[in-house]
């Protein structure tokens, strides 16, 4: 699978090793435990599909989606935090499901904390079906919290 060649200009580009500095910036703003720059640099060596989103130079947010025989799986969207509520996840979240389909995935998974109130309900609204529970999935300030599995169905792009 090919991905996009980083552009200077608007848009979403391919992630790079230069963007995990600027990514690092709002992950640890974001999350109260964030990812490493190891493990963004792990997503990109292994050829995982990263994409950034800028407009007018400044990158407004990030995803990171795994790909195997039919299927995606969504990693991380995280939306830095003075563009939330404005539909950067939401694009976001169309082009990495856009991509999955036109490379023949036919589901999409992904895992948000059961708290996550926002992306759960932006996933609901894309089509995303709960599917199951994944007990003490993330770290949290009390210990462990579970992650609701959902699932979406791309036949519409087959």
Not at 15 to 37: G, K, Q, S
Not at 58 to 79: P, Q, R
Not at 90 to 97: E, G, I, K, N
Not at 116 to 127: E, F, R, T
């Amino acid at each position: 699978m090919s991905a996009v060649i980083k552009q200077s200009g608007d848009g979403f580009q391919s992630m790079l090793m230069d963007d995990i500095d600027e990514i690092m910036e709002i992950e640890n703003r974001v999350y109260p435990f964030p990812w490493t720059a190891g493990i963004f640099r792990d997503c990109l060596r292994v050829g995982y599909l990263c994409w950034v989103y800028r407009q007018e130079g400044e990158l407004k947010s990030y995803g990171v989606m795994s790909m195997g025989v039919g299927e995606a799986h969504i990693l991380t969207v995280c939306v830095k935090p003075e563009a939330q509520g404005q539909g950067y996840g939401r694009r976001m979240m169309q082009h990495l499901l856009d991509f999955a389909g036109t490379h023949h995935a036919k589901k999409a998974f992904l895992e948000v904390r059961l708290a996550n109130d926002v992306a759960i309900g932006l996933y609901k609204s894309m089509g995303f079906q709960e599917v199951g529970l994944r007990k003490d999935y993330y770290p949290s300030e009390n210990g462990r919290e579970d992650a609701l599995v959902m699932v979406l169905e791309l036949n519409n792009f087959v």
